[in-house]
């Protein structure tokens, strides 16, 4: 059984950093690329950023491109999101997923696990 876990989170002014992190088990993590996906209250749940397999491939919403860096560890079976310059409109509960065909793509729909979520809050 696949799990993702994400721990991190929290409350950030506006223009600081924040990193989370989602930690992959019961499965080989080098086998699935992995996306970070949002939702704002009243929003319906958006692409983030992703990461193919191996990490050499990434690829990010217009709306956070130059600020949001996705990475992965294969050895430690976690994927994070460093985000800087947070702005109030970053607030969303934050979900990573995982997809079997190992690109970076930004249709929910093609990601097959899913983390429980975790709360960002950015303060003006």
């Known amino acids: 059984q696949v799990q993702l876990v994400e721990p991190g989170g929290g409350l950030v002014q506006a223009g600081g950093p924040l990193r989370l992190s989602c930690a992959v088990s019961?499965?080989?993590?080098?086998?699935?690329?992995m996306g970070w996906f949002r939702q704002a209250p009243g929003k319906e749940r958006e692409f983030v950023a992703a990461?193919?397999?191996?990490?050499?491939?990434?690829n990010y919403a217009d709306s956070v491109k130059g600020r949001f860096t996705i990475s992965r560890d294969n050895a430690k079976n976690t994927v994070y999101l460093q985000m800087t310059t947070l702005k109030p409109e970053d607030t969303a509960i934050y979900y990573c997923a995982s997809n079997v065909y190992g690109l970076a793509i930004r249709d929910d729909r093609r990601y097959n696990y899913w983390g429980q979520g975790t709360q960002v809050t950015v303060s003006s």
């Open positions: 019961g499965s080989t993590f080098s086998n699935y690329a």
């Open positions: 990461i193919n397999r191996s990490g050499g491939v990434t």
